[in-house]
Structure formats: structure tokens, C-alpha cells
């Protein structure tokens, strides 16, 4: 709020006397007339220049010049509109001292609007009710200010009291009405927006050119979730004005009928009707939405053909959001960088844009420009855009500070602000935190339980996630608007955490609720849940959910084609991507050439996988990066051409930073052919690179175990140590019913834990007898044999084995996840077991899928 505006004391004294005839002060022009002050004040008041209004209020009482009925309203729109309650608090007593209080009635409506718009709903209402004869207009302005502070049923019930006085309705009465329904829960809304939609059909409210009710009527169904009802009145009224076709085309964005907005707008110009700035900043968020990047362009240029348009911040904020959702955050700089009159809203769509396009440091440092430079505060909007920034930027170091900051601004109540705090809070592993700030939230929306959802999942708290989930999905949660239930979004969190647990169970639960509410047709539920299905080892039913998708995007082939590579299936993954450019639906990306590049690799196919390196950008124009580097790098390595790998690494166009992946590529593949030499200089690399990262020292140290050369093994794990650098301990999951079970290894918490082992013991006497041999160079430490039998034993791939053999039926496929690569002896022994107890087991590494049955794996111990 700008600081109070102060009026000097002349305003309450009387007018000097005229100076005497006599008198030698030089002669001035005479002041204005009383009306010539009234006619500036109306003049300026109706041209919102507010200070001037004020000012020019000051000079006049200042002069001697008593205000009048037409000069308070004048100067109450003005406070009003600074908004300047100490000078409307001046104003309302200079009223009182001049009698206008009570009559004429238009001063003491004004004031109720004055008092509403400082945010002082007190005094308007007091004042309402010191109205003795109250007029059409002194109700508007009272069921206006309820609806100003959200207090919707006593809107409506001052509009039921307003009626049995027997006192007409206007449109803009009818305008609030509307509004204070559509806020209602979705069954109150609908029943008495259709009241008062019957109330005006009787009364001809919109007939003819009665715009505004009928405008307020499409918003009003189209917010209560009746968009259709919203079409056929649209599609009914001849009348449209500008307004009309605006409000159309924001209802159908706002209900994410994209194609049916665009189509409107298209229609609205064949009516010859010229689209405003309302209309682009509605239609654009359509255009973002399905990625519609020529439509919004044209957009784009349209505005800039037009000045107006172009110079203003609603479209230059949409403009913005259009371009940083699609990626293209120079253009939507760009558009901020031209407009000279930077409103929040601008400031807030650009800081947004740098965050969700992973340029945290830059969001920042807008977010201190906004403050520092152009002097403007906060609101939540941008806090709920900083707060992820803050959590992701590395130079940000104490990022709970940031609450404090919250706190301090008076924004901790605000929903979208918790939001964020609890999404802050779970990404630091603080999940108590958020569960406190979860729990003391007033009004929980859609997007509060989704964050408290990916909250849980972050920290691997899925049980509880799961529970969440469930808890929307039977009852729905009633808030003080709507029934909240899960939405795309929210299948979109908990899809993927039931593929990398590989809880198929849970995942079909899903995916069955996204079929019952219509959810699937969504490309990116479709594109999750061909994922999941992957993930949990169902490549048919991910393939199946991929036939049957309306729209694809490249998002959803890459899926698909990554899903191929990772089971083993390389020729399949080829003739998928070989589909995807022969039916010209999405062009590959570069993420597509990872997954095609990674398919290779897994399946051998080092010819084909060279060539489809090579031709990349002169194909496809898709410039290699370091991450195809190391994909080539792998698929080298796997093959056994060291050398080659290498040379390519040492030869690729690229920083010294850039080329960690590659490194850690080649290392992974001296650790599979046991070359001490060449993983040494990868380890060398990488160790200055990434000093933090624990693989690389593991994988070093793995090499010289599986040499025997325990000094240098014993002495990586030293150094690894005395960095503080620590191994990530090794996990596998199991679904198993309605659970998931986590399984690390040695695992001795688990209540089966008794049983587990003794079934295991027994297991691998019988794997013994059948020949297997354990692989003892798995085992890092330097002890007895037989001691590393057991330490090989409790590996938490094959406790979940054992686990899910005791806890499922005879002959029923058992899937098991697990955070890290399989190691030799677990991949051997699980050869073993599925065919000692005659089981289809499906353990999913890091790096890809294993099928084992009757004694062998799909990837033909190519891995």
C-alpha cells in the first residue's frame, strides 16, 4: 500500500475574507470558480490520475472553496484508487462537518467504496448502515465490498435483503452475484447460479445489449466446472462484445479446452471483432499448453504491429510464459528486456521461466533486480517461483533462511507460499518439517497433496505417499471450495515412484483410476504410465498403453524406446525409432539419441550404434553432447574397445568439465574387463572432477579386489574416507500385496528377516550342488572364504528374491528393483534360483532389466 497522503489543515478552516480596497498587495487573477474546481476534480478522478485529484482537492479547500456532493465523490474515488486510507479517513470527517453524510445519498456510497478498497471493511460497512435511504447503488457497492474480501454468502445474502426492500437489481449487482456464487462449493454454486440465471431469463437481464450479467454468467459456469454450459449460452447470445468473446475464451483455457479456445478466437476475428490485450493473454496460455509455438508467434507479431498491445505487461507476461514453457527462454527474455514499465506480474512470469528451466542462479539474481533495482516487493507468486530456486541453486547455501524470509513478508499463510515451503523443505530432507506445515494448512488444494506426495517420495517415505494417494482417491477431500481428488499431475508423481520400485500392483491401481476418470488420454499420464509398466518389467503393456495413446509426444517415444534398450531388446528399440521418424509425428530429440544410443549398448550393436552416433546432426541436425559421448564411450567399452573409447574421449570436442560422463563410462567398462591400466587414468580424471562422487572410488577399488591387489583396493577405500566421501548403501524392493518392501544389504530389521536367511542358507547348499560358484572378487574386503560366502549371501537383491519366493505363490513372476548395478555373483546365483525353484524372476539394476528363467538371463551375459 503507497504511504498516506496527509492534507494540511486549510481543508477544515473557512475561506479568508477578500483583501480591502485599500490594501497595496499586487493585484492577482481571480480564482476559479466553485464549479471550475468541481469540473478539474471530476476531470481528473474520471482519468484516475489520483494525486493530481487530491492535490488539486488540497488547493481547493486550501483557496477557501467549500466542497460539495459532486467534489467528495470525486475525491473519495481517489483515495480509493491510491489507495490512501488516512486521507479518506480525512475526507469521510470533512463530510460529516459539511452535512453530506447522510444526504445526498451518492457521497455516503462512495465512501463505502472508498473504505472497501483501503481494506477497511469495518468502516464500509458502518457506513452502509448509517444509510437512511439506501439506492440501487448503495447495495452495489456493499455486496461489492463482501465479494472485495471474499465473504460470499453474505454477498448473497445482502443481495437477498437488498430484494425484500424491494430495490432493483442492476447488472453490475447481478455481475457481483454471479461472482459470489462461482465461489461457492461446486453444488451450492451450480443450484444458486442457476437461480439467478432463471432470475434473469424472468427479468430480460441480458437481453438485447445487456452484456455485463451475461458475461458474468459464462465465467460463473465455467469456473463452477460447467464449461458447457458456458458454450451453449456463449453460442446463444447475439450480442457478443469484446468482453463476451474474452471471457469465452478464458473459461475454455481455464478448463484446459485449448483447441476449443484457439478455435474461438479464430471465430472471433471472422466476426470482425479486434482482440485486446484480454483476449492474447487468455488465448497464449492455450498456445503454451499445446505447444503451439508458430500459433503463439503469430500472436506475437501481431501485438507488435499493434503498440498498445505490445507495451502491455498482461501480454508481455504471457508472451513470456509462452516462450520459457517451450524452452526458449532468450526469446521470452527478450520480450521482458522491451517493455520499459515492468509490472510484478512481468517480473514474476520471467523469474518463473528462469526456474522451471533448471536457471536457478539467474532466477535469483532477477528476484534481487526486482527488489534492489525496480524497487518492487514480492507477492507470493514470486515466492512460490524463488522458493524451488533457492532449493536447487548450489550458491544458495542456507536455504531455509528463506522461511524466515516468508515470515518476515507476512506470506507464511498463504497457500501457494506453503506449498512451496513444504516442496523446499522435503528437497532438504526436512519431511517432518513439511509434514507440520502439511498439517496446520487451513485450505489444502489439489496442489498442496500433490507437493506433500512428491514430498514423501523425494525422501523415500512411499508407503506414505501411497497412503496420501489412496486417501483422495476413495473419499476425495473436501476443502472449503471444492472435493479435491487426484489429477493428472498427482498420477504424474506417484507413476514413476511405482516403476522404480517396481510395484506393478500399485502402478495398475493407478493407471485403472487414470482409465476411470479420463485421465489417460493425458500425454503425459499416457507417457508415465508406459514408463511404469517398463519399469516394473512389462514391456508388453507399456507397448500396449503406447498403441493406444491419441497423441504422443517425443517425450512418450523416448520413453519407449529407452524402455527397449533396458530389457535387452535393441533391434526392437531401432524399429521403434525408425517408426518414429517414418511417421513424422515428433522430431528425435537429443534425449531420443541417448536411448537409441544406449539400446545399442546394451544389445552389442556397435555398428549401428556408431552410425547412428555419426549421423545425428548431418541426419537429424541434432548436435552430439557430452552425454552422447558417453553413451558411445559405453557402447565401446562393453564391446571390450577400450582403446577406441579411449581415443574418443580424449579426442571429443569438449571442456574438461564436460567430459565426467564419458570418464565415468570407461570406467564402468575396465571394471566389467577387470583393465586396471585404463581405469586407473579414468579414475585418475574423475577423482578431479568429481571428487564428491562415491562410484567413481568404488568402482577403482572394485578393480584392484577383482585383481587381487587388496593394498590398492584397501588404500582407495582410505582415501574415499579421509574425504568423507560416502558409498551409497545398496537397496532392492519388492512388491509383494498391498506393500513394498525394502531390503539393504545384510538386512537383519526386517521381521522375516529369521526366516530369509535360513531359507537362503538352505538354497545355497542346493545352487552349490548344481554347480554354481560363488563369485568371491564381488566381495571388497580381505577376509576367509567362507566369510565372503556370507557377505554375498546378504546382498539385498537376494534377500528380496528369497523374500518374495516365501511370500507368493508357486510359479508366479517375482520383481525386484534396485538402486545400484547387479553385481556378478548376485546375477549368477539368480540364474541359479529361478531355475532351482522354477520362478520368472525380474531384477531391474540401475542400468537395465534382467529376465531369468529356467537357468539363464535375456541379456545373454552382455551386460
Not at 481528473?44 to 467549500?66: K, W
Not at 467504496?113 to 452495489?140: E, H, K
Not at 476418470?517 to 512389462?538: F, N, R, T
Not at 542358507?761 to 572378487?777: A, F, H, I
Request: proline content about 4%; hydrophobic content about 40%.
Amino acid at each position: 500500500m503507497a504511504s498516506s497522503m496527509v492534507l494540511p489543515t486549510p481543508l477544515l478552516l473557512p475561506a479568508l475574507p477578500p483583501p480591502s480596497p485599500n490594501s497595496t498587495s499586487p493585484v492577482h487573477p481571480p480564482p476559479p470558480s466553485a464549479p471550475s474546481w468541481v469540473d478539474t476534480l471530476r476531470s481528473q478522478a474520471r482519468a484516475n490520475c489520483f494525486r493530481a485529484t487530491l492535490a488539486t482537492y488540497v488547493e481547493m479547500t486550501s483557496a477557501g472553496v467549500a466542497p460539495d456532493h459532486f467534489a467528495f465523490p470525486a475525491a473519495l474515488k481517489a483515495a480509493a484508487g491510491v489507495p490512501d486510507p488516512a486521507a479518506g479517513r480525512q475526507l469521510h470527517a470533512a463530510v460529516v462537518k459539511h452535512g453530506y453524510h447522510s444526504s445526498p445519498v451518492t457521497v455516503a456510497n462512495t465512501l463505502v467504496t472508498m473504505y472497501a478498497r483501503c481494506g477497511d471493511l469495518r468502516s464500509a460497512l458502518q457506513v452502509f448502515d448509517g444509510i437512511p435511504d439506501r439506492d440501487q447503488v448503495s447495495w452495489n457497492s456493499v455486496i461489492a465490498a463482501l465479494c472485495m474480501f471474499e465473504l460470499w454468502e453474505l454477498a448473497l445474502g445482502s443481495f437477498r435483503s437488498m430484494q425484500e426492500q424491494s430495490v432493483p437489481p442492476s447488472s453490475f449487482t447481478l455481475v457481483s452475484v454471479a461472482l459470489a456464487c462461482s465461489n461457492l462449493d461446486r453444488a451450492d454454486g451450480i443450484r444458486l447460479g442457476k437461480e439467478l440465471h432463471g432470475y434473469e431469463l424472468r427479468n430480460r437481464s441480458y437481453c438485447n445489449e445487456k452484456r455485463f450479467a451475461f458475461n458474468a454468467l459464462v465465467a460463473m459456469y465455467a469456473k463452477l466446472g460447467g464449461v458447457e454450459d458456458s458454450v451453449a449460452l456463449f453460442e446463444r447470445f447475439q450480442h457478443r462484445d469484446v468482453v463476451t468473446w474474452n471471457t469465452m475464451i478464458s473459461a475454455l483455457t481455464q478448463n484446459d479446452r485449448f483447441a476449443a479456445a484457439i478455435s474461438v478466437l479464430h471465430q472471433m476475428v471472422v466476426a470482425g471483432i479486434k482482440p485486446d490485450g484480454v483476449t492474447l493473454s487468455s488465448v497464449l496460455p492455450a498456445c503454451s499448453r499445446m505447444d503451439l509455438l508458430d500459433a503463439g508467434r503469430e500472436i506475437h507479431a501481431y501485438a507488435f504491429r499493434n503498440a498498445d498491445l505490445f507495451m502491455n505487461t498482461f501480454v508481455a507476461s504471457a508472451l513470456v510464459d509462452l516462450y520459457c514453457n517451450l524452452g526458449l527462454v532468450e526469446k521470452g527474455r527478450a520480450v521482458f528486456d522491451r517493455i520499459s514499465e515492468r509490472r510484478l506480474g512481468l517480473w514474476n512470469a520471467m523469474i518463473s521461466g528462469y526456474a522451471q528451466n533448471g536457471l536457478d542462479d539467474d532466477a535469483l539474481k532477477l528476484f534481487i533486480d526486482m527488489e534492489v533495482v525496480a524497487g518492487l516487493s514480492p507477492n507470493e507468486t514470486t515466492m512460490a517461483s524463488v522458493l524451488p530456486a533457492c532449493v536447487r541453486s548450489e550458491a544458495f547455501r542456507r536455504k531455509e533462511d528463506m522461511h524466515g524470509y516468508v515470515v518476515k513478508r507476512g506470506m507464511e499463510g498463504d497457500k501457494f507460499v506453503q506449498n512451496a515451503l513444504m516442496d523446499m523443505y522435503s528437497r532438504v530432507g526436512e519431511i517432518d518439517i513439511s509434514r507440520k506445515i502439511f498439517a496446520g494448512m487451513e485450505d489444502r488444494d489439489v496442489v498442496s497433496w500433490n507437493t506433500m506426495i512428491s514430498g514423501c517420495i523425494v525422501c523415500g517415505c512411499y508407503s506414505e505417499a501411497f497412503d496420501l494417494v489412496n486417501e483422495m482417491q476413495r473419499n476425495g477431500v473436501s476443502t472449503a471450495v471444492d472435493v479435491v481428488k487426484p489429477n493428472n499431475i498427482t498420477l504424474m508423481t506417484v507413476l514413476p515412484a511405482c516403476g522404480s520400485l517396481a510395484a506393478l500392483g500399485k502402478g495398475k491401481e493407478v493407471h485403472g483410476y487414470a482409465i476411470r476418470h479420463a485421465l489417460d488420454s493425458d500425454v503425459a499420464v499416457g507417457s508415465a504410465s508406459v514408463d511404469m509398466y517398463a519399469k516394473c518389467g512389462c514391456l508388453g503393456l507399456a507397448r500396449a498403453v503406447f498403441d493406444r495413446m491419441p497423441k504422443r509426444n517425443v517425450v512418450t517415444w523416448n520413453v519407449l524406446i529407452m524402455a527397449y534398450g533396458m530389457h535387452g531388446q535393441g533391434e526392437e528399440a531401432m524399429e521403434l525409432f525408425e517408426l518414429m521418424l517414418a511417421k513424422g509425428e515428433v522430431k528425435p530429440s537429443g534425449v531420443t539419441f541417448i536411448a537409441a544410443l544406449a539400446a545399442c549398448s546394451h544389445s552389442g550393436m556397435v555398428s549401428r550404434g556408431m552410425e547412428l552416433f555419426h549421423g545425428m546432426k548431418e541426419d537429424h541436425g541434432v548436435e552430439p553432447d557430452a552425454d552422447h559421448y558417453a553413451c558411445v564411450v559405453d557402447l565401446l567399452g562393453r564391446a571390450g574397445k577400450l582403446d577406441e573409447a579411449h581415443h574418443l574421449i580424449t579426442t571429443m570436442d569438449a571442456a574438461a568439465s564436460d567430459k565426467a560422463a564419458a570418464w565415468s563410462s570407461l570406467l564402468g567398462a575396465c571394471r566389467i574387463h577387470r583393465h586396471t591400466q585404463l581405469g586407473e587414468i579414468a579414475a585418475k580424471h574423475l577423482f578431479e572432477l568429481e571428487p564428491d562422487e562415491s562410484s567413481h572410488y568404488v568402482l577403482l577399488s572394485n578393480i584392484y579386489a577383482a585383481s587381487g591387489q587388496w593394498d590398492k583396493s584397501m588404500e582407495v577405500r582410505r582415501n574415499m574416507k579421509s574425504m568423507g566421501v560416502r558409498k551409497e548403501p545398496g537397496c532392492s524392493w519388492i512388491e509383494v500385496g498391498d506393500d513394498v518392501h525394502r531390503f539393504t544389504v545384510g538386512d537383519s530389521a526386517h521381521p522375516q528377516s529369521t526366516q530369509i536367511h535360513a531359507f537362503l542358507e538352505t538354497l545355497w547348499d542346493r545352487m552349490k550342488r548344481e554347480g554354481y560358484v560363488p563369485d568371491t572378487s564381488c566381495v571388497l574386503h580381505d577376509v576367509e572364504e567362507r566369510e565372503k560366502e556370507v557377505l554375498l549371501r546378504g546382498h539385498s537383491e537376494k534377500l528380496a528374491i528369497a523374500f518374495g519366493i516365501l511370500n507368493t505363490p508357486p510359479g508366479s513372476t517375482i520383481r525386484v528393483a534396485k538402486n545400484l548395478r547387479v553385481c556378478a555373483d548376485c546375477h549368477e546365483a539368480t540364474k541359479f534360483i529361478a531355475r532351482l525353484v522354477g520362478r520368472q524372476i525380474i531384477l531391474r539394476d540401475m542400468r537395465r532389466f534382467h529376465h531369468f528363467r529356467d537357468g539363464s538371463c535375456s541379456c545373454g551375459d552382455y551386460w
